[in-house]
């Protein structure tokens, strides 16, 4: 999963950057558009570690998440007349599966804020306005191809041009109106024919609020605040101390976890951004595992074992003969695979079946 940092200038992107990814990246620290900041998480997960506990297989993979700190300030800006980000930057955008929004709510005489005052729902507000004018950008310029393309078409070959253009008309009603495509009224055929296009306003969106460590004891209460307003079709919000959060990623786990209780903190900021992100993107985890490795893998629910079987190694899928399934928490409780079987636990499943979130697999197929 990649994820792309996404805000105003400074918002304290960097800094949430450096809290999710455990980075030492200075703030303000770009070179452009190549200056991009990438990190990766390794997502927490108890199950796994009690798997790998139980079999101590020579490595424990986690699934991961990649983040990448694009850079502040409207970045989208005149997108629609040939602006807009760089290639590197629209690159990493595009590969993006969502965005994370950081949204300034400190107060800091040392770093002003660029509109001269701190306006959460104002900078949420520029923002989404900037992403649908980008997408503005994408459909009008692909309307201008289509309609040429399609004038020089024969009588046969016109009707899927057309069927293009009145789907991306309708597009552009609704981008005009400041509505972003997962709020609009699209079939899932139409958002599939337009995955293509990389639309920012089509990406799931967590709305991320970056507060004054005084503030950490409301922050429950300005998260609520914010979802009256923001929350919806694949939009998420939280409330995070960028600042606090940056300082306890140094400390060891120990540490960090005494002053989390002192200051009423909840779970870490990562752990958190990387749940809700899953459940943003309707993502599972099943396990696969051996006495060399268990790993994570991550798959959109719903997948059936032979895509799972995809995730592990497209091998498996194409020659996919069964899977073997049992719940983590049913194999720890038996011990081992050898058990399970002896027990009748260990079941059997065809292609078809809906793998399930927490499911350990092993995928039986012919090379």
Not at 38 to 58: Q, S
Not at 112 to 135: K, Q, T
Not at 206 to 234: C, F, T, Y
Not at 350 to 360: A, F, W
Request: contains cysteine; charged residues 30%; proline residues 4%.
């Amino acid at each position: 999963m990649q994820l792309a940092i996404v805000g105003l200038a400074r918002s304290g992107k960097t800094t949430v950057f450096d809290a999710l990814t455990a980075g030492h990246i200075p703030t303000g620290a770009y070179a452009g558009d190549a200056g991009l900041h990438v990190g990766t998480f390794k997502v927490p997960d108890d199950r796994l570690d009690k798997l790998g506990a139980l079999f101590k297989p020579k490595k424990l993979v986690h699934a991961d998440i990649h983040y990448v700190d694009c850079p502040g300030g409207l970045v989208w800006r005149g997108a629609g007349r040939g602006g807009g980000p760089g290639p590197q930057i629209q690159a990493a955008l595009d590969r993006s599966d969502a965005l994370v929004h950081v949204v300034r709510a400190f107060r800091s005489e040392s770093v002003p804020h660029p509109e001269g005052s701190v306006d959460p729902h104002r900078d949420i507000e520029a923002l989404n306005l900037e992403m649908a004018f980008a997408d503005l950008g994408v459909v009008e310029r692909r309307l201008e191809r289509l309609d040429t393309a399609v004038r020089s078409a024969r009588a046969g070959e016109r009707e899927a041009g057309e069927h293009e253009m009145a789907l991306l008309r309708r597009v552009k009603e609704g981008l005009e109106a400041e509505k972003p495509l997962h709020a609009q009224s699209l079939t899932e055929d139409e958002m599939r024919s337009l995955a293509n296009y990389n639309f920012l306003t089509a990406k799931p969106l967590l709305i991320l609020l970056n507060i004054d460590e005084a503030d950490v004891s409301k922050a429950g209460a300005l998260e609520e605040e914010l979802r009256r307003r923001w929350s919806g079709p694949q939009t998420a919000v939280a409330a995070v101390c960028g600042s606090l959060e940056r300082e306890l990623v140094d400390l060891s786990p120990e540490e960090a976890a005494e002053f989390r209780a002192d200051l009423g903190l909840g779970e870490p900021a990562a752990a958190r951004v990387s749940r809700l992100c899953f459940d943003l993107l309707g993502l599972i985890s099943f396990f696969t595992g051996n006495e060399d490795e268990w790993r994570a893998w991550t798959v959109p629910r719903g997948s059936p074992a032979v895509k799972a079987a995809g995730k592990v190694h497209s091998d498996m899928e194409r020659g996919f003969i069964r899977a073997e399934v049992i719940r983590w928490d049913d194999l720890i409780e038996l011990g081992s695979l050898a058990e399970a079987r002896k027990r009748g636990v260990l079941r059997g499943e065809g292609k078809g079946y809906e793998v399930q979130d927490g499911d350990v697999l092993h995928i039986l197929f012919n090379v």
